[in-house]
């Protein structure tokens, strides 16, 4: 395997490989978001949390839908992961959520933490040649930062073991994505 250095600046064009990469990653990490709030509403969906739960799943969908998209049209291959995902993502969500709602929001507020910082990194090595996918990602950091601030105003800091809890989600979301960039 080589490595290439690259020197991006912005308004370089992007490099083919590294597009592949952020689509790939992208649609992993949101098929994972996905899950992840599947398996909080398999414990929690009729529960009080039920409609917020819902609303934060649905966005989840839309930015799966759009990553799915782009996979197709520009012929990127998926993360060949999407199985483990698909298990870990469900079991994120569902035992975080059989700790208790607080813990569930605090499992929100660690994932949508660390895609924020994913998806910022991101946007500032694409180039102006890919500046609706940049534009995309940005909306899309935006609404994970909406759902960090859901997890934080239903209670999230108040689960016990709350810095533990969520340095071990982010941990593990930061290496899932390292994975998922490459395989
Ligand atoms: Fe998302
Ligand atoms: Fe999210």
Redesign the pocket.
Same mark, same amino acid.
Request: hydrophobic residues 30%; without cysteine.
């Given at each position: 395997m080589s490595l290439t250095v690259t020197h991006q600046l912005p308004g370089d064009p992007t490099a083919r490989d590294a597009v592949e990469r952020i689509i790939r990653v992208d649609h992993a990490?949101?098929y994972g978001?996905k899950r992840i709030y599947q398996g909080q509403l398999a414990v929690l969906g009729r529960g009080a949390k039920g409609p917020v739960l819902r609303h934060m799943q649905a966005? #989840?969908q839309v930015?799966l839908d759009t990553f799915s998209d782009l996979i197709a049209r520009r012929r990127v291959r998926p993360t060949a992961l999407l199985p483990l995902w698909h298990v870990a993502g469900f079991a994120l969500g569902a035992i975080t959520a059989a700790l208790g709602e607080r813990a569930a929001m605090a499992c929100t507020v660690a994932v949508e933490e660390a895609?924020d910082e994913h998806y910022a990194a991101q946007t500032a090595t694409l180039g102006e040649d890919e500046a609706p996918l940049r534009a995309t990602i940005e909306t899309?950091r935006q609404? #994970?930062l909406e759902h960090r601030d859901i997890g934080l105003e239903h209670g999230a800091e108040q689960t016990p073991g709350y810095a533990l809890l969520t340095r071990a989600i982010k941990a593990g979301c930061k290496l899932a994505i390292k994975v998922s960039e490459r395989i």
């Open positions: 990490g949101e978001a966005q #989840e930015h895609i899309f609404e #994970e």
